[in-house]
């Protein structure tokens, strides 16, 4: 087995556990930006600061103003020092058409997914713009 599969498959668990810190009971998504072998950002489905840990409401609909776990991890670097040109983005889902949006925007070249989202639209705009997105089932070893 070569380097990247093995190294993809690290970093799709470490995203897996990532996922445990959200509040949402629907899904819980995790995502990890790793650029030159080092996470630079992560993230995770859930509220913005500052709001309630509570993703859903009582007929267990998800709230518009969710953030998803790309999104999360995009936005919290442009709060740091780093950036994610040319970077890999692992998620435990595949991202959606917004979130590809951002992964686009954000100069993110290759994305590692385990689930595949109920549409993928987001999978072919990654792939229309040139990144290279690879499915990578998570296993728990």
Known sequence: MDK????DGRYMRMAAIWAEN???KRRQVGALVVKDNRIISDG???TPSG???ICEDDS????PYVLHAEANA?????????????????VT???????AKLIIQAGIKRVVYGRDYRLSDGIDLLR??????VKNEINEE
């Open 4 to 7: 990247q599969k093995i190294l």
């Open 22 to 24: 959200s509040y949402c």
């Open 44 to 46: 995770y489905n859930g």
């Open 51 to 53: 709001f309630e840990n």
């Open 60 to 63: 267990n609909v998800t709230y």
């Open 74 to 90: 995009i936005t919290k670097l442009a709060r740091s020092h780093n950036n994610s040109d040319k970077a890999t983005l692992y």
């Open 93 to 99: 889902d595949s991202p959606c058409i917004e979130c």
């Open 128 to 133: 229309r713009a040139g990144i290279e997105v």
